[in-house]
């Protein structure tokens, strides 16, 4: 059986001047990126953070968060690879290291966050595992608002 779903993706960027703003966001949400800067321990020590945001708005859903430890394409690290898997480990959560500039992971992290959902899903008639699941991608077909906000 073929399935399509639809990905949105929000970019809050971390700032908590939009909190209000963002919990209309986030009702509703089936997944969630966690996104920390390697080079900035500041973002990382503000994980408990937005994970606690996220879980006040999903507290009746099942829980699917990855944590993303982006731009390793940077050599001088301020969070080490191995703290920050052993951090998702503790609080029951997939970490992949990204990098937005290389495209480094970024394909695995969406698929497997696909993947996450699919299977979260109450549809009894879609129980396939991960291997046997198909992701095809499609681009944006208008225009994309390359800089700037909002």
């Known amino acids: 059986m073929e399935k399509k779903i ?21 009702r509703g949400l089936h997944g969630c990126f966690v996104v920390f800067d390697v080079t900035e321990r500041d973002s990382f020590e503000k994980l408990d953070m937005w994970i606690q945001f ?9 829980r699917i968060m ?12 301020n969070v080490t690879e191995n703290e920050a898997k052993n951090y998702a480990t503790n609080k029951g959560l997939l970490y992949f290291e990204t990098s937005a500039k290389t495209m480094t992971n970024v394909n695995e992290a969406f698929d497997k966050m696909a993947k996450k959902v699919l299977k979260s899903q109450d549809d009894k008639s879609f129980n396939k ?3 046997e699941i198909k992701i095809e991608k499609e681009q944006h077909k208008g225009k994309v608002k390359k800089s700037g906000c909002c």
């Not at 993706?9 to 919990?23: H, K, L, M, P, V």
């Not at 996220?54 to 099942?62: I, R, T």
């Not at 990855?66 to 690290?77: H, M, S, V």
Request: proline content about 0%.
């Open 6 to 26: 639809n990905i949105r993706i929000w970019d809050i960027a971390g700032q908590e001047r939009f909190n209000s703003i963002t919990s209309g966001y986030l």
């Open 54 to 62: 996220y879980n006040d708005f999903n507290q009746y859903k099942e």
């Open 66 to 77: 990855i944590i993303l430890g982006n731009k390793i394409d940077i050599t001088e690290r």
């Open 129 to 131: 595992k991960d291997s």
